[in-house]
Nanobody
Framework: QVQLVESGGGLVQAGGSLRLSCAAS????????MGWFRQAPGKEREFVAG????????LYVDSVKGRFTISRDNAKNTVDLQMNSLKPEDTAIYYC?????????????????WGQGTQVTVSS
């Protein structure tokens, strides 16, 4: 069992930066691949970024490549999402998710554990 709690959301102007953090409970955090997803009003939840057991194993949706960076610290049981050059279209609730295994997946249903989300609003 893994419990996830996100933090770091807020309101920022376009071009600004935010850093989201996800704290996970449990002693087996290192055995889970982690992902960040987002859901804008009226839209389906979409994959943003993921990271496997190895910090070199990462995956990003095309729209955030070069702007967002996912990282994890297995000693602290945390996974972060550094978001730079934010755009109004990045506005959404951002969710942290965990799936048992080393493979990163962009598929929402592959993740069995979810946080409650944190709001990110980017003003133009």
């Amino acid at each position: 069992q893994v419990q996830l709690v996100e933090s770091g959301g807020g309101l920022v102007q376009a071009g600004g930066s935010l850093r989201l953090s996800c704290a996970a409970s449990g002693r087996t955090f290192g055995l889970y691949a982690m992902g960040w997803f987002r859901q804008a009003p009226g839209k389906e939840r979409e994959f943003v970024a993921g990271i496997g057991w190895s910090t070199s194993n990462t995956l990003y949706v095309d729209s955030v490549k070069g702007r967002f960076t996912i990282s994890r610290d297995n000693a602290k049981n945390t996974v972060d999402l550094q978001m730079n050059s934010l755009k109004p279209e990045d506005t959404a609730i951002y969710y942290c998710a965990a799936r048992y295994g080393q493979r990163v997946s962009p598929v929402t249903s592959d993740y069995g554990y979810w946080g409650q989300g944190t709001q990110v609003t980017v003003s133009s």
